[in-house]
């Protein structure tokens, strides 16, 4: 969690919607809290959300198919520990805006002519973003460059790249993919992915070669339900989905896929501008949701995705 802090007409927000989005361009996972001194309203009187919270309710979700709004109730103060642990599980890193009494690694904005001398230094200061040069011990960020300030928010606290995971090719037979053509097609992926290779067969498959072959434990379900069984019985983190309408895609694209946003709990790359999750990469994480969401009645392959991290893969940057 790292903090940005400054009077006023300084430009903080600006700079941090700059900094958000050139780590979210890394492919970083970004929250954001923000610190409000009023009383917060966030729902609006008379809309079903706000009757509800009326009639008691604890806690409100409103849910779609791209956003999650949570109305809350709370007995106390909570600490920014406990909202992040409880609400952000997933974040890479928590930008904080406005908590300068919190303890935090902070960054001090500051832009000539916007100062007020009423306002409190904050604690354990480790940069300044500034539109003039400071002496001093701190280091001084360009403030109108957000890319440099993600720059150093990533040498500190995000530097540790991931490592490259194993991943495991998991193919899905079905009984009308010829013999032929699964040895093909086991062939190509025993070239980028050697023995980790998992056949993921229907009941009424007749898979052949050596690649070591799993009974579809969701039959019916199609590829949500290969994808099930191969996270289930992989055992390597992440598994390639390699859909058979893709067996002769090229080498270079998959490894694209591989290696795309290694911190993201799935990667799936664009296609003619729609996401293409028949040939995409899936981590260990995305088991839960899955059977999460099957057990809701949802059948559809991207039904649980906002629950887990998925990063989409521009079409340039796979078949580039």
């Known amino acids: ?17 700059g900094v958000i989005g050139a780590l979210v361009g890394r492919g970083y996972r970004v929250a954001v809290l923000k610190h409000d001194a009023h009383r917060l309203t966030l729902d609006k009187p008379g809309k079903d959300s706000w009757r509800f919270r ?6 409100v979700v409103v849910a779609s198919s791209e956003q999650l709004g949570l109305f809350s109730s709370l007995d106390g103060p909570i600490s920014l520990a406990g909202v992040s642990d409880t609400l952000l599980p997933g974040a890479d890193i928590v930008l904080t805006e406005g908590f300068r009494r919190a303890g935090l690694p902070t960054i001090l904005v500051r832009r000539a002519g916007a100062s007020d001398p009423t306002w409190e230094m904050p604690e ?13 011990p701190l ?13 150093f928010i990533e040498s500190r606290w995000l530097s540790a790249a ?26 190509r992926a025993r070239e980028q992915f050697g023995d ?11 898979p052949v070669g050596d690649a070591r072959i799993v009974t579809d434990i969701r039959p019916g379900l199609g590829p949500l339900g290969a994808l099930l069984t191969a996270l289930a019985a992989s055992e390597t983190p992440d598994v390639l989905l ?27 790359p664009m296609q003619d501008g ?8 899936y981590g260990h994480r995305c088991l839960s949701a899955i059977q999460g969401a099957l057990l809701s009645g949802e059948r559809r392959m991207n039904a649980w995705w906002g629950q887990v991290h998925v990063c989409c893969i521009a079409e340039e940057d796979w078949r580039g």
Not at 1 to 17: D, I, N, R, Y
């Open 1 to 17: 969690m790292v903090t940005f802090a400054a009077p006023s007409g300084t430009g903080k927000t600006t700079l941090l919607e």
């Open 54 to 59: 009326q009639a008691g309710a604890w806690r």
């Open 124 to 136: 354990n200061l480790v940069a300044i973003a500034t539109d003039r040069p400071e002496p001093g």
């Open 139 to 151: 280091p001084c960020l360009p403030l109108d460059a957000p890319a440099a300030v993600a720059d």
């Open 162 to 187: 991931a490592p490259a995971r194993p991943v495991t090719a998991a193919l899905p037979i079905g009984a009308d993919i010829a013999p032929d053509l699964q040895r093909r097609w086991i062939a």
């Open 196 to 206: 980790n290779v998992l056949l993921i067969a229907d009941a009424d498959a007749a």
């Open 242 to 268: 390699w859909g058979v309408r893709h067996w002769q895609e090229h080498p270079d694209r998959i490894a694209a896929i591989r290696a795309a946003a290694p911190r993201a709990d799935a990667a799936v």
């Open 274 to 281: 729609f996401p293409e999750p028949l040939l995409a990469r």
